[in-house]
C-alpha cells in the first residue's frame, strides 16, 4: 500500500470537567501537530497517491474552524470531551468528505486515511479507517 502524509498544526483550548482528567479539568491549552496519511493500493500514471499540494490545502481547510477556538463554546461540541481521540475521529470524518467530495482529484484511490494529533513529542492519538 502507497501513502501520502502531510502535516498541520492547531492551537487549540478546552477543559475536561470530569475528576478522572486531574488538573486538565480546568480550561488549559493545547497545540496539536496533526498528519494525515492518504492511503492507495496503486498510484496514477505520473506516479502519485494524492497532490500533496491538494492534500495540505484540504487539511488546513479542516482545520481551520478548530483553530485558535475554546472548543468548550463550540455548539457542536457542547457537551463532549474533546479528548485527542474525540478530536482525531472529528478531524477523520471532515477529511474523508473531502476525499469523497473529490476535492484531492484522486479517481477513487484514496482507500483508507489516518489522522495523528500529536500532543507533544511524548503523546500522540489516532483515528484510522478506510473511506
Do not use: C
Amino acid at each position: 500500500m502507497y501513502a501520502v502524509e502531510v502535516r498541520d498544526h492547531i492551537m487549540i483550548a478546552h477543559s475536561f470537567p470530569s475528576p478522572l482528567f486531574g488538573p486538565a479539568q480546568g480550561v488549559h491549552g493545547a497545540t496539536f501537530t496533526v498528519d494525515a496519511a492518504f492511503f492507495a493500493d496503486d498510484i496514477d500514471a505520473h506516479g502519485l497517491v494524492v497532490d500533496i499540494g491538494l492534500a495540505i490545502t484540504a487539511l488546513a481547510e479542516v482545520l481551520e474552524p478548530l483553530r485558535y477556538k475554546q472548543l468548550d463554546d463550540v455548539a457542536e461540541f457542547k457537551g463532549i470531551f474533546t479528548t485527542t481521540e474525540f478530536l482525531s475521529g472529528h478531524i477523520f470524518r471532515a477529511l474523508a468528505d473531502k476525499v469523497r467530495a473529490g476535492d484531492l482529484n484522486d479517481a477513487g484511490r484514496v482507500k483508507r486515511l489516518r489522522i495523528t494529533l500529536h500532543e507533544s513529542h511524548l503523546a500522540r492519538g489516532w483515528f484510522e479507517a478506510a473511506i
